[in-house]
């Protein structure tokens, strides 16, 4: 099963000279730099449902959870971008006992303590995604992780993580949106600080990335047909083949640590390079 992880491992996989040229890309701040994963959703709306197993260790109501995960899912039905809107729809189909990602046809959020997430250590939500084989959606789960470390909150403290963000992000991922290189972008791949709220507000790169995959006509209610995917789309190399499972985690992570990694990211281009001339 193909594992995409958020942050900068992922990125080793590339030459050293294209990550300096990322790195320059990032900096100047202007250009759009989302990509997409290769699966889809073919209609909307796309049910989801809370896992009320898992929640009261979450430190949240059945009510708060409810309110901010639709917060975080009208994020993306209501983005327009330039006179452009987003088709997608979402309905909440209730509450269930399901434990987690387990396959059952249902798109589930669920809570769950460390011992049975399935994503990372160090992430804060792990979307796991069934494709048919022509890489349309089957199912579609989201699992946050219950930690006294990194705790989830609908008002975060200083010490907590923003729970419409942190789900508006994997979201992102559950209707097929990969991660940014803008660092300011809701789909950027590692959260900025605890307390930080950003990502509960899409900048254009998250605006454009889901109105050009989902363009919609901007309807004021009723059900919606997407329709096709620009052909010159940017598909994630990392995502895998219809009719699989793939799992995105986000991992935890400080601004400054972004910061710090892109300068590390130089400075190791740089030194290659200066090896290089002088082989």
């Not at 290769?38 to 009510?63: C, H």
């Not at 009723?222 to 995502?239: E, F, K, L, M």
Request: with cysteine; proline share 6%; glycine share 10%.
């Amino acid at each position: 099963m193909p594992r995409s992880h958020d942050g900068f491992a992922m990125m080793t996989r590339n030459r050293v000279f294209l990550l300096l040229a990322a790195a320059l890309v990032m900096q100047s701040g202007g250009a759009l730099a989302y990509k997409y994963h290769p699966y889809r959703w073919q209609s909307f709306p796309v049910t989801w449902y809370l896992d009320k197993s898992g929640y009261p260790g979450s430190g949240m109501s059945l009510e708060q959870l409810q309110t901010a995960l639709t917060q975080a899912f009208d994020l993306w039905e209501n983005a327009k971008y330039q006179g452009h809107c987003s088709a997608v729809r979402f309905a909440f189909g209730g509450t269930v006992d399901a434990n987690g990602n387990i396959p059952d046809e249902k798109n589930v959020i669920s809570f769950v303590s460390m011992a049975s997430y399935p994503g990372t250590p160090d992430s804060l939500g792990d979307t796991v995604v069934i494709t048919d084989s022509q890489n349309y959606v089957v199912e579609a789960d989201i699992v946050f992780p219950i930690s006294e470390t990194r705790r989830l909150s609908v008002n975060p403290g200083a010490e907590e993580y923003d729970l419409v963000g942190i789900a508006a992000h994997q979201i992102g991922h559950f209707i097929g949106i990969d991660h940014s290189q803008v660092p300011q972008a809701t789909m950027f791949g590692v959260f900025p600080s605890a307390g930080d709220t950003s990502w509960g507000t899409p900048e254009s790169d998250d605006l454009q990335a889901v109105t050009d995959l989902y363009p919609g006509s901007c309807p004021e209610g009723g059900d919606s047909v997407v329709a096709d995917a620009p052909s010159d789309r940017q598909a994630s190399p990392d995502a895998g083949p219809g009719g699989a499972a793939s799992r995105w985690s986000c991992r935890a992570g400080r601004s400054g640590d972004v910061l710090g990694a892109w300068v590390a990211v130089v400075f190791l281009c740089v030194w290659f390079l200066g090896r290089r001339r002088h082989a």
